[in-house]
């Protein structure tokens, strides 16, 4: 059987790409892969990732994913600074859904932040 691919779309299998993030055996070098981490996250239903990936400031007590929403694909659209020696960046991204027989798409300009050195969410319009 081959290896399940990676949720975000970058064609890697799971346990290369974002399931080494999400383990906690890598962390993201920059925030587009911290994006595509959480993206996948959502898509695999860890919820834990999601809160600790979050930026202090931002982050809900808690997280509630809804186990109906199957998360489709990803399209990265745009991402300004976030490389591996940048303190902020941000991302544009449309992520596909269906949803009780219905799909649609999320589309957000998501904005990212290094605390202690590691990329967290902060916020998203």
Known sequence: M????????????YAECCGR????TATAATAEQLMRSRYSAFAVGDAGYLL?????ST?????????????T??????????GLLAGEGTVEFRASYRHEGGSGSQHEVSR????DGAWRYLDGE
């Open 2 to 13: 081959a290896p399940r691919r990676c949720p975000c779309g970058t064609g890697l299998p």
């Open 21 to 24: 993030l999400h383990d906690g």
């Open 52 to 56: 600790t990936t979050w930026h202090p």
């Open 59 to 71: 982050r809900p007590a808690s997280l509630e994913l809804d186990p109906t929403v199957r998360w």
């Open 73 to 82: 694909g990803l399209d990265v659209l745009a991402t300004s600074d976030g």
């Open 112 to 115: 990212f932040t290094r605390v």
